[in-house]
């Protein structure tokens, strides 16, 4: 479990790198190809991140490093799969949804995930072989280095107990669509208690993970880089992410790394009949 520990550090002191920049008067921002933003904080968070993994000698692929040719990459199936800055608008918009989100893919698989939320200093972390996590007050300082058995002691282990007679649906706050609109209108037939939040970046899987959420739809348009940590957070606690055409876990590592339009849920029984 040592790589998962090294990868919790990197995104603890990648934290450090954005909230040094979202703190500051000002941060450059530029416009892809994709047209998505990028600021100084997704670069400074991803050189950090980076210079932690390269201990471990598992390949990284991440949203800001250029991506191989499929014909090269097809053939890695264990690799880090990183969004340095999930989340770029929430930054710009400094509301403070964002998150740094690390996954350890095994034959293409979210096997493990770290997902920190620097302004709100909460850490996320799983892995299959031992389940999921939160603690919360957590900051990188003085070289610390955090011990994974360490953190597990202090963790609240997830899914957290509470009772609820309502069904919690989670959107996106940057990019909302009509389809998701029709989906809430269909699943209030079947669930008349229904509630519709808005949360930015990952931070949506996260609470989906926690048992505050039920469902989150996604009809708008995502990559890889998006749900794979938060993917290897929900699986370890039974949920999972799937197509919502044919209702299978979304895969990775694809020629075309954009994410199909998906279901995130705690339970799969929350799409039947809907």
Known sequence: MKNIEIAINAALYAG???????????????????????????????KKIIEFLTETGVPAVSEENEISEYKIRKEIKNYWLIDPLDGTKEFINRNGEFTVNIALMENNIPIAGVIYVPVLKELYFSHLDFGAFKVENIKAENNKQFKLENLIKEAIELPIKEERDNLVVLGSKSHKTPENETFITKLSKKYPKIEAISKGSSLKICVLAEGKADIYPRFGPTSEWDTAAGHAILKAVGGNIVNTITLKEIEYNKENILNPSFFAVRDLDYLNDV
């Open 16 to 46: 450090n790198e954005i909230l040094e920049i979202y703190n500051s008067k000002d941060f450059d921002i530029q416009i892809k190809a994709d047209k998505s933003p990028v600021t100084t904080a997704d670069l400074a968070a991803n």
